[in-house]
């Protein structure tokens, strides 16, 4: 158990729809950060929040946000959903700013868009 | 662009030592990391390098090599729990940002 959870486990949906993924990360850490996981892409990097403020940027599209709450819980809003976004989205924490810090992994929210 | 390598499958016998690559191109390279993930799990840490040379912690070794743009990760003494996939990560500076690229992984499979 990394210490990071995130809700729900499976969420299922239809095309066009709009959902919201949480996490909360390890008790201390200030960073989260949000990645892709699917078969074609493998694991792809999304976004980071340090201390509630964006920290770094990936290949997050225009149609994903995410935010950094004051308790430091984040959540991923994820819209206008396309079976192309069918993946595994996990959540990682770590203590620094720095992405090349050890990072400690949710167990991730399978989404299937339908 | 930067693009990461890694083989795609190893396989190797119970107590064996085997040894997985990962060649990088990046600009503004800061770091290797090795993550675990078992199917359907979350990744865990393994190990980083920010330097040339062999970092060990237990079973695992990480190597780097700067010039090389080429790393790897050894496992000794091989258990059948380690079958897993195995991703490295290049650490990247962007911006002022640092920027975590993962490689495809490798597909580790551990035989009796």
């Known amino acids: 158990d990394s210490g990071v959870t995130q809700t729900p486990k499976h969420l299922i949906t239809a095309t066009g729809q709009r959902v919201t993924l949480r996490c909360s990360p390890r008790s201390g850490d200030l960073s989260v950060y949000w990645y892709q996981q699917s078969l074609d892409q493998g694991l792809q990097f999304l976004i980071q929040y340090y201390n509630g403020e964006e920290r770094a940027k990936g290949n997050i599209l225009e149609r994903f946000s995410a935010q950094q709450f004051p308790d430091l819980h984040s959540e991923l809003n994820l819209s206008s959903l396309e079976l192309g976004d069918s993946a595994l989205y996990f959540c990682?924490?770590?203590?620094?700013?720095?992405?090349?810090?050890?990072?400690?992994f949710g167990p991730g929210t399978r989404l299937t868009v339908l | 662009g930067q693009s990461l390598e890694q083989p795609s499958e190893v396989t190797a016998v119970e107590g064996a030592i085997v040894q997985m690559n990962c060649t990088y191109q990046t600009s503004g390279f800061y770091g290797l990391s090795w993550y675990q993930q078992h199917d359907g799990g979350a990744p865990t840490f393994l190990s980083y390098n920010a330097l040339d040379g062999l970092e060990e912690t237990g079973r695992f070794s990480s190597f780097l090599s700067r010039s090389d743009s080429y790393g790897y990760l050894l496992l000794q003494e091989l258990q059948m729990k380690d079958s897993a996939s195995y991703f490295c990560?290049?650490?990247?500076?962007?911006?002022?940002?640092?920027?975590?690229?993962f490689g495809r992984g490798t597909s580790l499979i551990v035989h009796p």
């Open positions: 990560a290049v650490s990247r500076l962007s911006g002022g940002s640092y920027i975590p690229t």
């Open positions: 990682a924490s770590s203590g620094g700013a720095s992405g090349y810090n050890e990072q400690f």
